[in-house]
């Protein structure tokens, strides 16, 4: 009878425990996911942080970097480049264009629609906002003539008045230019396009908020200046 007792205070003492665990790791495992949710939520508000430079060097810098590549893919539809030039030419369309994609993510999520990717050439069919119900013209406006203004749109500032943009007979000019005199138009006219870049991205640093389109301004600084070395020094053998 004793023996048949305390068998049975040992089994209710182990079920006893047994809950407990399992009570422990349910609470445990709650525990765990609100943890990652409330941390998922708070990365997502911490991203969001930004303020009106950061939405100014947003909206500046897609056009800007637009232009950078349409340059590029003029003087990369040449012959008889240097290999140099070329090679530059086609590091700065890896660099940017994910850099665009960015920026517009960037702009999107803070409620201000994609940046227009309008350059000298008035191409926007890559950059209108969706939702705004417009249809775009599948090959870019006429150019404008030099001196007039740019249509009013997200991220617009007057196109070439922008820092370092090239004007309508900037644009004409590498069109039309071959084989050195091409790479050597495309090399003075990008050193100055980058500068801008950077007086761009300087504000960036200098007043924005949001730390990642902080870094990404500190690296187009770093990663311009460097290639505006480069191009001096290629254009100095040219």
């Given at each position: 009878m004793?023996?048949s007792?305390?068998?049975?205070?040992?089994?209710?003492?182990?079920?006893?425990?047994l809950?407990?665990c399992?009570?422990?790791?349910?609470e445990?495992?709650a525990?765990?996911?609100?943890?990652a949710a409330?941390?998922s939520v708070?990365?997502?508000?911490?991203?969001a942080?930004?303020?009106?430079?950061?939405?100014?060097?947003?909206?500046?810098?897609?056009?800007?970097?637009?232009?950078?590549?349409?340059?590029s893919d003029?003087?990369?539809?040449?012959?008889?480049i240097?290999?140099?030039v070329?090679?530059?030419?086609?590091?700065?369309?890896a660099?940017?264009g994910?850099e665009?994609?960015?920026l517009?993510?960037?702009l999107?999520?803070w409620g201000?629609?994609?940046?227009?990717?309008?350059?000298?050439?008035?191409?926007m069919?890559?950059?209108m906002?969706?939702?705004?119900?417009?249809?775009?013209?599948e090959?870019?406006?006429?150019?404008p003539p030099?001196g007039t203004?740019?249509m009013?749109?997200?991220g617009?500032?007057?196109?070439?008045?922008?820092?370092?943009m090239?004007?309508a007979?900037d644009?004409?000019a590498?069109?039309?230019a071959q084989?050195?005199?091409?790479?050597?138009?495309?090399?003075?006219?990008m050193i100055e396009?980058h500068?801008?870049a950077i007086?761009?991205?300087?504000?960036?640093?200098?007043d924005?908020?949001?730390?990642?389109?902080?870094?990404?301004a500190q690296?187009i600084?770093?990663?311009?200046?460097?290639e505006?070395?480069?191009m001096?020094q290629?254009?100095?053998?040219l």
């Amino acid at each position: 009878m004793n023996k048949s007792l305390a068998l049975g205070a040992a089994s209710a003492a182990l079920l006893l425990a047994l809950t407990a665990c399992g009570d422990s790791g349910t609470e445990e495992s709650a525990a765990t996911t609100n943890s990652a949710a409330t941390t998922s939520v708070s990365a997502e508000n911490g991203a969001a942080e930004h303020n009106d430079a950061d939405i100014a060097f947003a909206q500046g810098m897609v056009p800007h970097h637009s232009q950078a590549i349409e340059m590029s893919d003029v003087l990369l539809a040449k012959q008889g480049i240097d290999p140099r030039v070329v090679d530059l030419a086609q590091q700065i369309k890896a660099a940017q264009g994910p850099e665009i994609e960015q920026l517009n993510a960037w702009l999107t999520a803070w409620g201000q629609g994609a940046a227009a990717t309008t350059t000298t050439g008035m191409n926007m069919t890559e950059s209108m906002p969706m939702g705004t119900g417009m249809q775009m013209p599948e090959a870019p406006v006429v150019i404008p003539p030099a001196g007039t203004s740019e249509m009013d749109m997200p991220g617009m500032e007057g196109g070439e008045d922008m820092e370092g943009m090239m004007s309508a007979e900037d644009m004409a000019a590498l069109r039309d230019a071959q084989g050195v005199d091409a790479a050597k138009l495309f090399l003075t006219q990008m050193i100055e396009h980058h500068k801008g870049a950077i007086t761009l991205a300087q504000t960036e640093v200098e007043d924005g908020q949001n730390a990642q389109a902080k870094a990404m301004a500190q690296n187009i600084i770093t990663t311009q200046q460097q290639e505006i070395t480069t191009m001096e020094q290629i254009l100095s053998t040219l």
